[in-house]
Nanobody, 120 residues
Framework: QVQLVESGGGLEQPGGSLRLSCAAS????????MGWYRQAPGKQRELVAT???????NYADSVKGRFTISRDNAKNTVYLQMSSLKPEDTAVYYC??????????????WGQGTQVTVSS
């Protein structure tokens, strides 16, 4: 059984920084793309950033230049460094990963979500 466990959310003031972490555990043959999504109250879940196994990244326009996604393949962990936070960044942030659990078994997994609140 594979699990994604997120950490690092919390309350931060506008202009501040937070770092989210997401560690994958279980029977893992390999991890393809990993990413972060977020869902604000009353809104649909949206892409924040993704990173491939080779390190290529993609960002939502709303976070470009402020957020940085990275990963440690040895630790099966993905990070999201968030800087210059804005109130509109307030949301539940979800980790996502495309994980191979066998020679041909592969599926998408989600973390349980971590709350990020940006407020003065």
């Amino acid at each position: 059984q594979v699990q994604l466990v997120e950490s690092g959310g919390g309350l931060e003031q506008p202009g501040g920084s937070l770092r989210l972490s997401c560690a994958a555990s279980g029977t893992i043959f390999g991890i393809n793309a990993m990413g972060w999504y977020r869902q604000a109250p009353g809104k649909q879940r949206e892409l924040v950033a993704t990173i491939t196994s080779s390190g290529s990244t993609n960002y939502a326009d709303s976070v470009k230049g402020r957020f940085t996604i990275s990963r440690d393949n040895a630790k099966n962990t993905v990070y999201l460094q968030m800087s210059s936070l804005k109130p509109e960044d307030t949301a539940v942030y979800y980790c996502n990963a495309d994980i191979r659990t066998g020679l041909i078994r592969r599926r998408e997994y989600w973390g349980q979500g971590t709350q990020v609140t940006v407020s003065s």
